[in-house]
Every structure is written in structure tokens, then in C-alpha cells.
């Protein structure tokens, strides 16, 4: 009787310790706040009367003649940014008219999204680095939270809070001053870094090709780890850029579109928050920040493209666009499709097409025919596929002249694994910082210039740039940290070189079935310290 008692009571202690997780509670309390926000978004806006849903409704609109130029859709000559055809889809309707923008208002605007990234870059640059380095003995993931959640989660909830209270006084956001291209493409470049990551455990078609995939044409296929890994230690870096970046891109207007745009840049930050926590790496929660931005994009399509007259309404490319990336890839990061027939995989992507063929059956071109449009579900996953066999081969080559300009030989991998001096390390960090400064000029100098461009180019022009500014940072910040050993991931790496030069190998990425000894110099993903990070 009184063993059984115990036994009840120490279920209980279980129970209660897994509903009071603190990383759960953490995440619950950031929904929470979340939506409070976006309550308090709308109450705001409606007090105000805003309703400013998109430019094709300026002229209905109670407020927005005498906040806002109507949209461009006639070319005005001599006026920038609103001069040629293509203008339309490159201007951005929450922005404030020129004669009303003042040095305070841009100030203003770029102080807070500078403080707002610089301090979530600090927390996880004092995270990795107390994680990563051999003072720490505890767990690398808890249910529990540490000072290394808190802080973000407050941080950001301060910026949050600060955003829509500098929309009510000042109003603009980066809009202003950068290409609008440039905040899609901060969170195209976020998604393609994220397939690559995913790629080891679900690769990028039906589950393949993994290591679980043996066959000749799989293991010759399969992309080489090393990327990879470099992406899945230091993406925290990158994706707080795109998503702080495109957060304070838009003002906090109250419409669907900008809510549901809010809601997935928090979630994410609310991820980042998450670091080191058990979780961050649940798969669930991991796909439905991969995914949203297909809602997102529905929403925002629907809303903004315009009168659904005459073929040109713009919701069935990005609504169906994404929905491939998310029946062919991105559902195949949940666990039990491992162990489901090699078949079964294709039925979500063969139930999407069915739909697709079915919905482009009553959605006409311009000329009224049907059909016809379905050839532009490709595009946004033809963008993405593309990229993501970028950024590996970006970051393979990087890796590749970093592995030339470093001695395999032992002694020198030794010395070359002590931590950087201060001011080496400082030098670094400034570098660091510098590429994403870069990044946001570039931004700045397309908007100054007006580059005439359409609005989609210029942004996979721009995911081109920074897939390569993040994997050059990637490289930067990388001698800074070291491993639990004391080792860099550089002369570890360096090592797997030499190892694979005789085992056959693409040099320093180890192959799934060499020995353990092998394996273990493969570059790990210690310190995963932001957004989508691997459960195993």
C-alpha cells in the first residue's frame, strides 16, 4: 500500500514537471503576448481610423488620401520610384509621402531596429560562446529556461511593444529607405538556409536523399555535410537578421496582412528565444514556422494584388506556389514518415495537384483562358530549389579555401585552435557586422537609385547576395567559437580533410558509413542557437 502511494506520487511529480516546462510556459506566454499585441494593434489602428487595407482602396478609404500616395499604377515621369510600368509592384504603400518624412522620423526608425538587432545578436553570441566552450557541464538542452531565454524573450517584447508605439508617433519603417524587395528577400534567403539545414534528416524531395538512403544513386546524389553543419551551428545569426529586419521594414498597420506578416516574424524570434531548449527542436512547432509563410502569402496576395479581373489576381501563385514546397519537403521533417512505405510519400503532393488542377480550372489568364496558369506553381519552388543548391555550393567553396589556407599537420592545428585574442576577436565581430551593413546598403542603394527592375527579380537578385553575405558571416564569426574539446570547428575540419583524402571522400565531409573515428571530426552542430535546430 505504501509502495503503491509513492508510485502515485511520484507520477504526480512527473505529470506536474512535464506541464510545468518552462520552455513551454515560455512559448505559451510569448503567444499570448503575441496576439495581446496585435489586439492592441487593430484597437489602436481603428481608433485612429485607419483602414488602409492596399492601395487599389485608397480612394475608399476614410484616411489614407491624406496619409499615403495612392498606389502607382499610371507611371508618373520624373518622380522616383513611381516613374516606370514596373513601378506598381516595387512601391510600398504604408510609407509616409516625402514632404511629410523629417530627419527625425528616419532617425528615429533606424535607432530602434539597430538597437532591437544588435542586442538579440549579443544574446546569442554570449549563449554560444558559454554553451560551446569547456566551462559549462550542464545539459545542452533543458525543459528548463536560463538567463539565455529570458533576456531575448524581454528584449524582444520591449521592441515589439516600442514598434507599434513608434508607428503612432512616427509612423515610417525601413520601407522609407530600403527596397521592398529587400525585405522579401531577407525572408526567401531565411527559408532557403532552412531547407538546407533540414536536408540531412529529410532531404529535398519525398524524405531524399538521407543517410537512410543506401542505393548508389543516393549516396552519388546526396549533398556533402560540411555546409550543412556550418549552416546549423550559425543560422541564429542570419535568421534574426531576416526576421528583425523585416520587422521593422513594415509599420505596425492594422491589416490581416501585416498581422499575419507580425505573427510569423515573432514566432520565429519566440524560437530564438528558445535556444538550448528542448522545444526549440520539436518538429511540429519547426514545420509550422517553415510553412507559414504560405498562409501569410495567401493573405497578403489576396489583399494587396489588386481586382481579381481579367487573370490578375496574384493569391494562386504564392498560395499553391508554397504548398509544393510543403507537400514534396517540408512534411517530410516529421519522424513518422520514416517508417512509412516508400509510396505513401507521394499522396500529399498527388492530393495538392489535384487541387491545384481542379482550382486552375475556374482561375482564368487575361485572355480568359484556363489552365494556362498553372505553369506558375513552379516558380516560387523552382526559386527555392535553386538557392538552396546556392548556398551549398557558396558555402562549400568557402570552406574548401578556407581548408587550403590551413595546415593539416597537427602542431599547427593545435595553435590554430586557442581562442582568438581580444582584439582578433573583436576584429571578427566587426567584419561580422560589417557584411550585414553591406547587405542593408545594397538595400538602400537600389531604393536611392530606383533601379527598374521587376519587383520578383530584384528579389531573387537580392537572396543571391545574401545567401552569400550570411555564409561569408558564417565563416567570420566561426574562428571565434570554440568547441566543448577546445578545438574549433576550423581545425576539426581541417583534419576530415586529410581523413577523407584517403578514404576517397569529398574533401572534409565524412561519409555515412565511415568508421566512428572518422565521424567524429565531421563539423558538429554544437550550439545551435536559434530557429529550426535538428532533434537529434
Partial sequence: MEESTQN?????????SSIFRGDVILWATGMVFIFALLAAMFGFGHVRQWDAQSGYTHNQSATSQTRFLPEPVEPETGVAGRSDPSASGRWYYWQLPPEKVTAWSRI?????????????????YYAQRKKTSGDFSGPKYSKQISVFNIVPF??????HVLHLAQTHITYDALAQDVSEASSQGSV??????????????RGLFFGWPTAQHKDKISRKLRLPQGPINLVRKYHGYAFSWAVIYTFWYHPMENTWGH????????????QGSLMYTSLHRNRIWRLVLESWVTLHGLIVAKQTGGPDLNGTALWPMFCFGFLWLFTMTQLFGLTFWKKAPWWTKAIPFLCYLAVCVWCYSWIPDKNGNYFVRLQEIIRIPAIEYICVIFAWFVIDMFLRIKTK??????SEMEIRSVSPSPLWETFYIACFMLIYSLMVLVSFLLQEFDLTLDLIALMV?????????????FMIIEPVMKKRSGKTQAAEYSKSVGMANTTGESAGYPSDDQSDMTKKYAPTNDGNNAAFQSDH
Fill in 8 to 16: 502515485q506520487a511520484q507520477d504526480k511529480r512527473q505529470q506536474s
Fill in 108 to 124: 528615429f526608425m533606424w535607432l530602434c531596429y539597430i538597437g532591437h538587432q544588435l542586442t538579440i545578436w549579443g544574446t546569442i
Fill in 154 to 159: 524581454l528584449l524582444n517584447i520591449i521592441f
Fill in 188 to 201: 526567401i534567403m531565411m527559408l532557403v538556409l532552412v531547407l538546407l539545414m533540414e536536408y540531412r534528416d
Fill in 259 to 270: 498581422a499575419f506578416g507580425f505573427i510569423h516574424t515573432w514566432m520565429v524570434m519566440l
Fill in 461 to 473: 537578385i537580392l537572396v543571391f547576395i545574401f545567401i552569400l553575405g550570411t555564409g561569408l558571416s
Fill in 405 to 410: 589556407l590551413t595546415s593539416t599537420e597537427e
